[in-house]
């Protein structure tokens, strides 16, 4: 993990108290926390303080910790928990009770720091000093006006406003049950606070309750018709739900509304992201923000319109709008990978993340998920692997709901994951969303691929030519749902005979043919009975122009293990060159029913059919088949070929130009 320096003008938080390490945790945990805190790594510190938290959930030492470190790298939600519980412990302490009203304000929730802060002014008479109470009054005039945008006043008011950021915060930390009470009281007391409506739709779809949370954004749009924050609300949760042509009348109704909101931008940004309004994304950019906005929400809203600038082709721009984001908070990880994907070559470029899988699925699944892949990993028996994944799908039904949103949006980790489950299940809805992935933009070309390969294994009825995006131009290709395997199936040898085979097939890629012969002749006297390393030596024979050898050698091959993938293809391919297409065909035909390849034993079928497609002036076909070896193995020798094609559709246009019929010119007449 990289090194995480603190951003500009962040401080500590609180000390780190040298009390003694509960037994809960390991002591070289918390000498690692401590050498990463005194290397300013403290991303690295926060990650395993969120562990140990898990470890000891109230140990002081920990939660100090933890609240400095998370307010360090700007994971401010995680430092009001941090600092909430520990006021919890102890209530009078006055350095924790200044971090909880800090936390507070930097999650945005000015009446909960302003009683805090009048709390500290009225307990610790030594504070209470002209600049504290300048301090405190800006933060009221805030509050008042809050309060005076929903026609509410101050004093007799302020339990409203504090009731709302309450249920934000419980919401923000996970509390469902706490948040939804909060919630429920206040929309009990407060019939016509359009926010405790908008608070009740976020507790419904972090429980999963999406029909009760689109409700309750509605009823939160009666009280104020267009106000952002609802709208948003709705814009997303429809989209989520596979539903978008219902959310796009929200999207005219938000872009045109003139109603303030906290965070106006932010939701407007997120929302459209969701939607996948590009163009719109970027025009809320170029709004004029809030005074009161975080230098976190406008690197957030940064990386929002990098994103949509980067789907409409301005990568210039998105490239400027994440380093902008970047200098605003340099701790987030997001904006690096997303600048390091800029510099790939295309083909190879995910495409932008936009958001992480976190931010869609609610904790219990995303443990449910992470305990499913475990679950996997440890016992890898296809039956077993189904039903641990079908199960799953069962119970979480959203995994399947937001895929085609999540495999448009998450990074390359995450998508390979779905498309685990999507092969492992072979559920129809997975299945759907991983076919609109891989003919899709988004993705490098190999991911794309294997995208495609679960389809048409899955799915027989979608074989034939399709348009892929290959190195950033969509060409129609013909994929024959092969499944790509991680592992080869070796051939048994000995250690040395293996170790001379591997330097030989090196040599062989490298085009040093006598080298290569040499090597694999030594190997043979180990090994005389291997036909890899026979079909090797034949390879490297071919390459000094010595056909008949070869031939001979590969018919020898055939001959005794007709079954050797290999060997049938480098035969076809020597029988195709020397224009026997009939033979060819017959060796490879048998090769084309199998669904499950490794990558070096599809380039060696391609290989085969490339040169059957030249032989038969399919030049269309050899450029289809050298575009799928570059998806499996970009840089094979293999590739060469193309040179071969640039040439051979040279001399076909010159061809056809010298047999067009000439025209005469016609004399002008008189």
């Not at 899709?440 to 892929?468: H, N, Q």
Request: hydrophobic share 40%; net charge negative.
């Amino acid at each position: 993990m990289s090194k995480h320096k603190r951003s500009p003008g962040a401080r500590p938080i609180l000390g780190v108290a040298q009390s003694r390490v509960r037994s809960a945790i390991p002591p070289a945990m918390f000498a690692a926390v401590m050498k990463s805190m005194e290397n300013e790594a403290y991303y690295e510190a926060y990650v395993m303080l969120l562990e140990m938290e898990q470890l000891a959930p109230h140990d002081e030492m920990v939660l100090e910790m933890l609240a400095e470190t998370a307010s360090s790298v700007m994971e401010y939600a995680v430092a009001e928990r941090a600092a909430l519980k520990l006021h919890r412990l102890k209530p009078r302490d006055r350095e924790i009770l200044i971090t909880l009203a800090m936390a507070h304000a930097a999650n945005g929730r000015p009446a909960l720091a302003l009683r805090a802060f009048e709390e500290i002014a009225e307990r610790f008479p030594e504070l209470n000093t002209p600049k504290s109470r300048s301090e405190i009054d800006m933060v009221r005039k805030f509050v008042i006006e809050m309060l005076d945008e929903f026609g509410l006043r101050y004093p007799e008011n302020l339990d409203i406003l504090l009731l709302h950021e309450e249920s934000q915060m419980l919401l923000a930390q996970g509390d469902y049950p706490a948040a939804r009470r909060a919630a429920q009281t206040l929309r009990a007391r407060y019939p016509n606070f359009s926010p405790a409506a908008n608070n009740m739709a976020l507790v419904f779809a972090c429980e999963g309750e999406y029909e009760k949370a689109i409700a309750a954004a509605k009823e939160a749009l009666e009280i104020e018709p267009n106000g952002i924050h609802a709208l948003a609300n709705l814009i997303t949760f429809h989209c989520l739900q596979g539903r978008r042509a219902e959310a796009a009348p929200y999207v005219e109704r938000m872009k045109n509304s003139k109603a303030p909101a906290a965070t106006r931008r932010l939701k407007m940004a997120e929302a459209l992201s969701v939607y996948g309004d590009y163009n719109g994304v970027l025009s809320v950019q170029k709004q004029e923000p809030n005074m009161d906005e975080s230098p976190w929400t406008t690197a957030t809203v940064l990386h929002y319109a990098a994103c949509a600038a980067y789907h409409v082709d301005r990568r210039t721009t998105a490239r400027r709008f994440w380093r902008q984001a970047q200098a605003l908070a340099p701790d987030i990880s997001l904006y690096e990978a997303n600048l390091e994907d800029l510099d790939l070559l295309p083909g190879e470029r995910h495409g932008p993340i936009v958001f992480h899988l976190y931010q869609f699925l609610r904790p219990p699944t995303m443990a449910a998920l992470v305990k499913a892949t475990e679950e996997d990993d440890e016992d890898p028996i296809p039956e077993r692997q189904q039903s641990i994944y079908r199960k799953l799908l069962r119970q979480f039904p959203e995994i399947t709901m937001f895929a085609p949103i999540i495999l448009a949006n998450c990074d390359e980790d995450t998508i390979g994951l779905f498309l685990t489950i999507a092969h492992h299940t072979g559920d129809s809805g997975l299945i759907g969303a991983v076919k609109d992935f891989a003919l899709s933009k988004r993705g490098s070309d190999a991911l794309r691929m294997e995208a495609l390969s679960i389809v048409r294994e899955m799915d027989p009825s979608s074989a034939g030519p399709v348009k892929f995006w290959v190195r950033g131009e969509q060409k129609e290709i013909e994929h024959f749902g092969y499944e790509i395997r991680d592992e080869p199936t070796p051939e048994r040898l000995p250690s040395n005979a293996q170790k001379l085979l591997e330097q030989g097939t090196v040599v062989l890629r490298e085009g040093r043919m006598e080298e290569a012969e040499q090597t694999l002749r030594r190997a043979m006297t180990l090994a005389p009975e291997s036909y890899s390393i026979r079909n090797n030596l034949a390879s490297a024979m071919m390459g000094q122009g010595r056909s008949a050898e070869a031939r001979e050698m590969l018919e020898e091959i055939f001959r005794l293990a007709p079954d050797y993938f290999f060997g049938r293809c480098n035969l076809a391919a020597m029988y195709a060159r020397e224009g026997d297409i009939v033979r060819a065909h017959d060796l490879i035909q048998p090769l084309l029913t199998q669904r499950k390849l490794h990558i070096t034993e599809l380039v060696a079928l391609c290989g085969a059919q490339v040169e059957i497609a030249f032989q038969e002036d399919d030049l269309p076909g050899a450029e289809k088949l050298l575009d799928m070896v570059e998806q499996v193995s970009p840089g094979n020798p293999m590739l060469r070929h193309r040179e071969r094609l640039a040439h051979k559709t040279l001399l076909t246009s010159v061809e056809q130009l010298i047999s067009k019929p000439k025209r005469t010119r016609r004399k002008k007449q008189d």
